[in-house]
């Protein structure tokens, strides 16, 4: 087994396969891994009273993790700021259920010493988008359909699958929600990273012929990834097989469609013409909630620069505050922003926030040639200084060798 | 580490939001983005709820004269003090931050117990105007619609409500209607930040006089054809008296008064009248008048004349600033009102005899909030602080220090407390479980989450066991808040079909009324019949009175107070929350660069603001988003508070004081500092 290779996985654990969704390949891993205490923890999502509520768990027993399985949607909590903020990495191996917004979140966390990603075990997911639960409760009530009736969901190609308890099943173009402001998040649609190859396993349905249930498609991204799936599949947790070529091919193939459709919303969402005049307008509804800072899982100064006392970086007492409250912050997560969404979910004033940084951090991007979260072993812009650079006469930043 | 749901404790928006919740201790606030209300976006009251909980200065022990004691010894002196009074000497202060079921039990502590209507809360200071105004006209003194239909709307009235600052849920949800194309018309005499981020025409009317703008509205509607023929054939009384009352109006005397171009006002009722769905929001910038009861009547008049009410997104719509403003009026901590609204009198008194088979209850209507301070020698205070909140602060002091018996029940040693013969350490938000009524009539249940710190005990629990003390075990024999809840169902015909089940399961609470178990709610109200006598909604007319106190030489300024985004009430709370102090830590008078200039203040000076009543030393913050003349401040702040300034004149309908104007001057304290 080496890093790179993909097999196709199956659990042998009957109450695990009926509940996973795709094999119940990862509830396994998850099991296995607190069972032969490979890690103190597991942290993931758990869902609550209906398919749009979930938080965050941090799970010390086997039988708990079965409660985790699924894979939702509407459920978007980032659990790479709650690891960070909430659990103490430096004292406890803990294995993250990540898609890679979160895994890249994790990767840049620990360069800033926030986390120790040596304790952390990444259960990557591929992830074609979620979407905000509100507004399509909301467009369901519309419709007459109870939404709270709803029993699962999927993404399958361009459409959104709902199946409902009462049997009924909805399909919905992703298109056309979209152009309602329905749909996936306006970050997801950015999103380039659908298979989190930065985790240590990435796992997921593509690949598979449709239709296919039982079976994970796994992707060994790490040692640690590689440690973790052979050991289980030594004592037969999970059953692996090799991927047909067809199968490799399409999963290749559904990935760069998703990558290309990313990059060609983001060409379009970072183009518009009326940018400037847009953010000053956007910026002066700000009622200086702080949730951007509060959500955002690299913020991380201890005393935060937007509070300061003395001297005063922004006018304190007034809304809207300056415009520079919001630039400030932009700026200083320019250079690592992973394009998670939740500045712009939980922006009191609806400002489309993960647009700018998301833009900002692309600028940083092609100037640093750095990649968030992508290469935990890459450093950070501002920290490594190319031998070529230091020696240059020209203004023009170099590339890092 | 676990997630638990809660709502926000603070302005009524009622937003969701999850704690986490560690070792007994709250360590942070999380969005909870499946809330239907506010979508996990909260304001910065709401990220730092959290951090009032286990601050240093919470009241852990019982005091009595300062000194901590048992809970035993303290409920046994309050008992008997309290026993024997006479009822017309004895008034209690409720909260709109208690639970409905602490909000009740106050209540009828009182009357059952004491056998007095005595019993107020803040509501007085809010809305009473709203009951006074909105009873007559339409029959009820609540939110009609669902904030979840605002953006159904097409044009939103907001009348002396900053919403931006002090609702951000529902402002949120304006903004959207205005994204769809909904107008938006603001009255208020500053440029506040609503008239910045929602205002498309903003009414700058001289301070209290709405009244004469909105009889000015109604003339306008009415010369141009623009009423509805239609509804108010089919469903209203009183239009010729309305007709006749405005015939005479001159409308350029509208304009004098008021200080409104006349094409805007013109404009305005044009808009509103030409809606598909109006919407009138209004708080307490044209409810804390002399005039309050008055301008809402007229308020009323307009959405009856107009036909825009009883339908999503309409309506004549008070925005109560509580977690449970709504909740303790609809428990009864109203003077005049047992619970479910059910006027004080003979009647109501042998019907709720019957319910909890007491005898003796009081028929005759109580004293109101102030009189309650002015006149009762015996005070029971509970999550209340007239020292703050009050008009006149001074004399608010003079009368409590001058009570025999003052027992105050809080969580903090509030002004108030400070006055206090003895003082009842109570929980805060979720450190019991209960239900609270917001804005629109949403009853939503609150968890309880942590243990209060030390000794506190909830409110339900302290009102029992004094209950018991005073002999009346049998009708106050609650041991959870879930039983209380249960008799509230069957006193309030409203929450008859509302559970602890149903608000365990419901994705965002159940609006009242809800008379069964199967009834969904009602998110709108009046959408057959007015809750009045006959079903119909009544036109009264009223006329434009001038506030009670006017500038003049030797007060040339008007005063006017009010809230800011960073601060709740009388600052109990986020005046112990370092992220809110940090961002103010006391209060500001705003005023016109122009007046400072004549005074020679400079932005950031310290001035004195000094009124018949008293002065504060305070900051200048001068900002064109005043008017010349006019000033505004806060009153979150007890270092510099706002109210030793406040007129005590009141509505005589209701006895709403007119925190709204009073005649200040303003000298440069020595130095600026």
Redesign the interface.
Same mark, same amino acid.
């Given at each position: 087994m080496r890093k790179g290779d993909l097999f196709l996985g199956t659990s042998t654990d009957e109450s695990f396969v009926e509940k996973g969704e795709h094999g119940g390949v990862v509830t396994s891993l998850l099991a296995f891994a607190l069972r032969e205490r490979l890690v103190d923890g597991v942290f993931a999502v758990r869902p609550g009273?209906?398919r749009?509520?979930g938080? $965050? *768990?941090?799970m010390t027993e086997p039988e708990e993790a079965v409660g985790c399985a699924g894979s939702y949607h509407?459920l978007?909590?980032s659990l790479a700021k709650?690891v960070k903020?909430?659990?103490d990495t430096h004292q406890r191996r803990v294995a993250v259920v990540c898609k890679s917004c979160d895994a890249r979140a994790l990767v840049e966390l620990a360069k800033i010493n926030q986390i120790n990603l040596e304790n952390i075990l990444m259960i990557g997911l591929n992830c074609s988008g979620t979407l905000? $639960? *509100?507004p399509h409760?909301?467009m369901l009530s519309k419709m007459g359909i109870d939404p709270?009736l709803l029993e699962w969901e999927d993404i399958e190609g361009n459409n959104l699958v709902l199946r409902f308890k009462d049997g009924e099943q909805r399909v919905f173009n992703l298109d056309e929600l979209e152009e309602q402001g329905l749909g996936r998040r306006a970050n997801c649609r950015r999103c380039e990273h659908p298979v989190p190859r930065m985790a240590d396993l990435a796992c997921g349905k593509w690949g598979l012929e449709p239709g296919t249930g039982g079976t994970t498609v796994i992707e060994v991204c790490s040692d640690k990834g590689k440690q973790l799936l052979e050991r289980a599949a030594a004592v037969r947790i999970v059953e692996l097989q090799r991927p047909t070529e067809e199968q490799t091919k399409r999963r290749e193939r559904e990935e760069r469609d998703k990558v290309d459709s990313a990059l060609s919303r983001q060409a379009e969402d970072f183009a518009r013409p009326e940018e400037k005049f847009y953010w000053f307008s956007q910026m002066?509804?700000c009622?200086?909630?702080?949730?951007c800072r509060?959500?955002c899982p690299l913020c991380h100064c201890k005393r935060c620069v937007l509070?300061r006392?003395d001297p005063q970086t922004v006018e304190?007492?007034v809304?809207?505050p300056p415009f520079t409250f919001g630039t400030i912050r932009l700026m200083h997560v320019a250079a690592y922003c992973v394009n998670c969404g939740?500045c712009e979910?939980?922006?009191?004033?609806?400002i489309p926030l993960s647009r700018l940084a998301h833009n900002l951090s692309k600028v940083a991007s092609s100037l640093f040639d750095y990649h968030p979260g992508v290469d935990p072993d890459a450093p950070l812009p501002y920290s490594d200084i190319p031998e070529e650079e230091r020696r240059s006469q020209s203004p023009e930043l170099a590339k890092p060798s | 580490m676990r997630y638990e749901p809660a709502i926000c404790p603070y302005c009524t928006s009622g937003c969701g939001m999850y704690l986490v919740v560690e070792e007994g201790r709250v360590l942070g606030v999380e969005p909870r983005k499946e809330y239907p209300l506010n979508e996990g976006k909260t304001c910065i009251k709401g990220s730092n709820a959290y951090k009032f909980l286990d601050h240093p200065d919470r009241l852990r022990r019982p005091l009595v004269k300062g000194k901590a004691c048992s809970w035993d010894e303290a409920l046994s002196l309050v008992a008997e003090k309290f026993r024997g009074i006479e009822p017309g000497q004895f008034g209690v202060l409720g909260s709109g931050k208690t639970s409905n079921e602490e909000s009740y039990l106050l209540q009828k502590f009182t009357r059952a117990v004491m056998l007095s209507n005595n019993v107020e809360y803040c509501a007085r200071f809010c809305h009473s105007a709203t009951v006074a105004g909105l009873g007559p006209t339409i029959g009820s003194g609540v939110m009609q619609t669902s904030q979840l239909d605002l953006d159904r709307a097409d044009c939103l009235i907001l009348a002396g409500v900053n919403v931006s600052e002090n609702f951000p849920g529902i402002a949120r949800r304006i903004r959207r209607a205005r994204e769809r194309g909904a107008k938006v018309v603001v009255l208020d005499p500053r440029v506040t930040l609503t008239v910045k981020n929602l205002g498309d025409l903003h009414l700058q009317p001289a301070p209290g006089t709405d009244a004469a703008l909105l009889n000015g509205m109604i003339r306008i509607i009415l010369d141009r054809n623009l009423h509805n023929r239609e509804f108010i054939a089919e469903r209203t009384t009183g239009f010729d008296e309305l007709k006749s009352s405005v015939l005479e109006l001159n409308l350029a005397e509208v304009q004098r008064i008021s200080g409104v171009d006349l094409p805007k006002i013109e404009h305005a009722a044009a808009i509103y009248a030409g809606a598909k769905a109006g919407c009138i929001l209004y708080d307490e910038g044209i409810t804390q008048h002399v005039s309050g009861s008055d301008n809402i009547k007229l308020l009323a008049d307009l959405a009856l004349l107009t036909g825009h009410i009883g339908r999503p997104g309409t309506g004549v719509n008070p925005m109560r600033g509580q977690i449970s403003g709504e909740g303790s009026g609809d428990m009864g901590c109203v003077n005049v009102f047992y619970p479910g609204f059910k006027r004080v009198g003979p009647e109501t008194a042998r019907h709720f005899e019957q319910l909890w088979g007491v005898q003796n209850l009081p028929a005759e209507p109580g004293k109101s909030y102030m009189d309650i301070i002015n006149s009762c020698k015996t005070i029971y205070a509970v999550g209340v602080n007239p020292m703050m909140s009050a008009p006149d602060s001074t004399g608010v002091k003079k009368a409590l220090q001058g009570s025999e018996f003052l027992v105050v029940q809080d969580i903090f040693m509030t002004e108030t407390a400070e006055l206090a013969d003895v003082v009842l350490p109570a929980t805060a938000w979720v450190e019991r479980e209960g239900t609270h009524t917001g804005v629109d009539r949403r009853v939503v249940k609150i968890e309880k989450i942590v243990e209060p710190p030390g000794e506190a005990r909830p409110d339900w629990w302290i009102i029992t066991e004094l209950a018991k003390k005073m002999g009346h075990g049998r009708e106050f024999g609650y041991d959870s808040a879930r039983q209380i809840f249960e008799e509230i169902r069957r006193c309030v015909p409203q929450y008859a079909g509302i559970s602890y089940g149903r608000l365990e399961k419901a994705a965002s609470g159940i609006h009242w009324p809800c008379p069964s178990e199967d009834h969904p709610g009602t998110p709108t109200m009046f959408t057959e019949k007015f809750n009045t006598s006959d079903g119909k909604g009544h036109f009264v007319p009223a006329a434009y009175r001038p506030p009670a106190e006017l500038p003049d030489a030797d007060y040339p300024f008007v005063l006017s107070t009010g809230r800011v985004i960073f601060h709740y009430h009388t600052g109990s709370l986020t005046g112990r929350t370092d992220s809110l102090t940090g961002e103010l830590a006391e209060a500001f008078l705003q005023i016109n660069p122009a007046d400072a200039d004549t005074l020679g203040i400079h932005d950031g000076e310290r001035v004195i603001a000094t009124s018949r009543r008293g002065e504060v030393r305070v900051k200048a913050r001068l900002s064109r988003d005043v008017p010349a003349g006019f000033t505004f401040m806060p009153f979150h702040f007890a270092g510099t508070p706002a109210n030793v300034l406040t007129n005590t004149s009141y509505d005589p309908a209701c006895k709403m004081p007119e925190f709204k104007v009073c005649a200040i001057k303003i000298e440069k304290a020595e130095n600026g500092r």
């Amino acid at each position: 087994m080496r890093k790179g290779d993909l097999f196709l996985g199956t659990s042998t654990d009957e109450s695990f396969v009926e509940k996973g969704e795709h094999g119940g390949v990862v509830t396994s891993l998850l099991a296995f891994a607190l069972r032969e205490r490979l890690v103190d923890g597991v942290f993931a999502v758990r869902p609550g009273q209906n398919r749009y509520q979930g938080f $965050p *768990v941090y799970m010390t027993e086997p039988e708990e993790a079965v409660g985790c399985a699924g894979s939702y949607h509407f459920l978007t909590p980032s659990l790479a700021k709650n690891v960070k903020k909430y659990l103490d990495t430096h004292q406890r191996r803990v294995a993250v259920v990540c898609k890679s917004c979160d895994a890249r979140a994790l990767v840049e966390l620990a360069k800033i010493n926030q986390i120790n990603l040596e304790n952390i075990l990444m259960i990557g997911l591929n992830c074609s988008g979620t979407l905000a $639960p *509100v507004p399509h409760i909301q467009m369901l009530s519309k419709m007459g359909i109870d939404p709270y009736l709803l029993e699962w969901e999927d993404i399958e190609g361009n459409n959104l699958v709902l199946r409902f308890k009462d049997g009924e099943q909805r399909v919905f173009n992703l298109d056309e929600l979209e152009e309602q402001g329905l749909g996936r998040r306006a970050n997801c649609r950015r999103c380039e990273h659908p298979v989190p190859r930065m985790a240590d396993l990435a796992c997921g349905k593509w690949g598979l012929e449709p239709g296919t249930g039982g079976t994970t498609v796994i992707e060994v991204c790490s040692d640690k990834g590689k440690q973790l799936l052979e050991r289980a599949a030594a004592v037969r947790i999970v059953e692996l097989q090799r991927p047909t070529e067809e199968q490799t091919k399409r999963r290749e193939r559904e990935e760069r469609d998703k990558v290309d459709s990313a990059l060609s919303r983001q060409a379009e969402d970072f183009a518009r013409p009326e940018e400037k005049f847009y953010w000053f307008s956007q910026m002066d509804r700000c009622i200086k909630c702080y949730s951007c800072r509060d959500v955002c899982p690299l913020c991380h100064c201890k005393r935060c620069v937007l509070e300061r006392e003395d001297p005063q970086t922004v006018e304190k007492g007034v809304v809207p505050p300056p415009f520079t409250f919001g630039t400030i912050r932009l700026m200083h997560v320019a250079a690592y922003c992973v394009n998670c969404g939740q500045c712009e979910d939980v922006c009191s004033a609806d400002i489309p926030l993960s647009r700018l940084a998301h833009n900002l951090s692309k600028v940083a991007s092609s100037l640093f040639d750095y990649h968030p979260g992508v290469d935990p072993d890459a450093p950070l812009p501002y920290s490594d200084i190319p031998e070529e650079e230091r020696r240059s006469q020209s203004p023009e930043l170099a590339k890092p060798s | 580490m676990r997630y638990e749901p809660a709502i926000c404790p603070y302005c009524t928006s009622g937003c969701g939001m999850y704690l986490v919740v560690e070792e007994g201790r709250v360590l942070g606030v999380e969005p909870r983005k499946e809330y239907p209300l506010n979508e996990g976006k909260t304001c910065i009251k709401g990220s730092n709820a959290y951090k009032f909980l286990d601050h240093p200065d919470r009241l852990r022990r019982p005091l009595v004269k300062g000194k901590a004691c048992s809970w035993d010894e303290a409920l046994s002196l309050v008992a008997e003090k309290f026993r024997g009074i006479e009822p017309g000497q004895f008034g209690v202060l409720g909260s709109g931050k208690t639970s409905n079921e602490e909000s009740y039990l106050l209540q009828k502590f009182t009357r059952a117990v004491m056998l007095s209507n005595n019993v107020e809360y803040c509501a007085r200071f809010c809305h009473s105007a709203t009951v006074a105004g909105l009873g007559p006209t339409i029959g009820s003194g609540v939110m009609q619609t669902s904030q979840l239909d605002l953006d159904r709307a097409d044009c939103l009235i907001l009348a002396g409500v900053n919403v931006s600052e002090n609702f951000p849920g529902i402002a949120r949800r304006i903004r959207r209607a205005r994204e769809r194309g909904a107008k938006v018309v603001v009255l208020d005499p500053r440029v506040t930040l609503t008239v910045k981020n929602l205002g498309d025409l903003h009414l700058q009317p001289a301070p209290g006089t709405d009244a004469a703008l909105l009889n000015g509205m109604i003339r306008i509607i009415l010369d141009r054809n623009l009423h509805n023929r239609e509804f108010i054939a089919e469903r209203t009384t009183g239009f010729d008296e309305l007709k006749s009352s405005v015939l005479e109006l001159n409308l350029a005397e509208v304009q004098r008064i008021s200080g409104v171009d006349l094409p805007k006002i013109e404009h305005a009722a044009a808009i509103y009248a030409g809606a598909k769905a109006g919407c009138i929001l209004y708080d307490e910038g044209i409810t804390q008048h002399v005039s309050g009861s008055d301008n809402i009547k007229l308020l009323a008049d307009l959405a009856l004349l107009t036909g825009h009410i009883g339908r999503p997104g309409t309506g004549v719509n008070p925005m109560r600033g509580q977690i449970s403003g709504e909740g303790s009026g609809d428990m009864g901590c109203v003077n005049v009102f047992y619970p479910g609204f059910k006027r004080v009198g003979p009647e109501t008194a042998r019907h709720f005899e019957q319910l909890w088979g007491v005898q003796n209850l009081p028929a005759e209507p109580g004293k109101s909030y102030m009189d309650i301070i002015n006149s009762c020698k015996t005070i029971y205070a509970v999550g209340v602080n007239p020292m703050m909140s009050a008009p006149d602060s001074t004399g608010v002091k003079k009368a409590l220090q001058g009570s025999e018996f003052l027992v105050v029940q809080d969580i903090f040693m509030t002004e108030t407390a400070e006055l206090a013969d003895v003082v009842l350490p109570a929980t805060a938000w979720v450190e019991r479980e209960g239900t609270h009524t917001g804005v629109d009539r949403r009853v939503v249940k609150i968890e309880k989450i942590v243990e209060p710190p030390g000794e506190a005990r909830p409110d339900w629990w302290i009102i029992t066991e004094l209950a018991k003390k005073m002999g009346h075990g049998r009708e106050f024999g609650y041991d959870s808040a879930r039983q209380i809840f249960e008799e509230i169902r069957r006193c309030v015909p409203q929450y008859a079909g509302i559970s602890y089940g149903r608000l365990e399961k419901a994705a965002s609470g159940i609006h009242w009324p809800c008379p069964s178990e199967d009834h969904p709610g009602t998110p709108t109200m009046f959408t057959e019949k007015f809750n009045t006598s006959d079903g119909k909604g009544h036109f009264v007319p009223a006329a434009y009175r001038p506030p009670a106190e006017l500038p003049d030489a030797d007060y040339p300024f008007v005063l006017s107070t009010g809230r800011v985004i960073f601060h709740y009430h009388t600052g109990s709370l986020t005046g112990r929350t370092d992220s809110l102090t940090g961002e103010l830590a006391e209060a500001f008078l705003q005023i016109n660069p122009a007046d400072a200039d004549t005074l020679g203040i400079h932005d950031g000076e310290r001035v004195i603001a000094t009124s018949r009543r008293g002065e504060v030393r305070v900051k200048a913050r001068l900002s064109r988003d005043v008017p010349a003349g006019f000033t505004f401040m806060p009153f979150h702040f007890a270092g510099t508070p706002a109210n030793v300034l406040t007129n005590t004149s009141y509505d005589p309908a209701c006895k709403m004081p007119e925190f709204k104007v009073c005649a200040i001057k303003i000298e440069k304290a020595e130095n600026g500092r």
